[in-house]
């Protein structure tokens, strides 16, 4: 891997967990009376919020960044990267196939939004790497590990977000969006601690 993919994974790993959460901390507070606990991040988007630009912006550069990650993280085995870049065009058509209203649902942005939550679940099983010379993140122990609560964690969210009687759909997905995107960074920075101690030795 050269030095200049390194430099962008490196920036990728600091802006994707970075950018994620400040796009609905910035969003959320510039609209008065938005619940971050019961309100999910997609109706900062939805077509009658105030700051829908803001956070659509925010789901973009989140898209991107997990695109780059796919294109140059080639420490993942190649179904690992496939599904990371599949994840980042699900969040490009949950980004463009907008909820209507506060009060209603797209179809076509619940499907997107599915698939994107469940892909970046389950990257980390297809990134494994069987090599003892592998970082130890992408060695089944923990790929396994990290998918397994990555996708109860997930489940959770899904089912909350479901249900019209919760009350706490907002705070389920956070800590979903927390998990998946600063997980995805800390591999990154692991991979590439990884990578100059290689090159060193």
């Known amino acids: 891997m050269t030095k200049n993919h390194q430099r962008i994974l490196a920036l990728a790993a600091i802006l994707g967990p970075i950018q994620s959460v400040a796009g609905w901390v910035i969003a959320g507070s510039l609209w008065s009376g938005y619940d971050p606990i019961k309100k999910t991040i997609s109706d900062l988007a939805a077509d009658d919020s105030p700051v829908q630009l803001i956070q659509s912006g925010f789901f973009l550069v ?19 990267r496939l599904i990371i870049f599949a994840a980042g065009i699900a969040t490009y058509g949950l980004t463009f196939f907008t909820t209507p209203s506060q009060d209603g649902h797209s179809d076509l942005h619940r499907l997107f939004a599915i698939i994107s939550f ?16 592998a970082p130890w993140v992408l060695r089944p122990a923990a790929t396994i590990g990290v998918t397994v609560l990555l996708t109860v964690v997930s489940v ?46």
Not at 118 to 133: I, K, N, Q
């Open 62 to 80: 989140g898209a991107t960044l997990t695109l780059v990650v796919a294109i140059f993280a080639k420490w993942l085995a190649l179904p690992g």
């Open 118 to 133: 469940v892909l970046y679940s389950a990257w980390p099983l297809f990134s494994t790497r069987m090599s003892p010379s």
């Open 156 to 201: 959770w969210f899904l089912l909350t977000w479901t249900d019209p009687n919760s009350s706490t759909v907002g705070l389920a997905e956070r800590v979903i969006v927390v998990l998946q995107s600063w997980y995805m960074a800390f591999v990154i920075w692991v991979c590439l601690h990884h990578e100059r101690k290689r090159t060193k030795s």
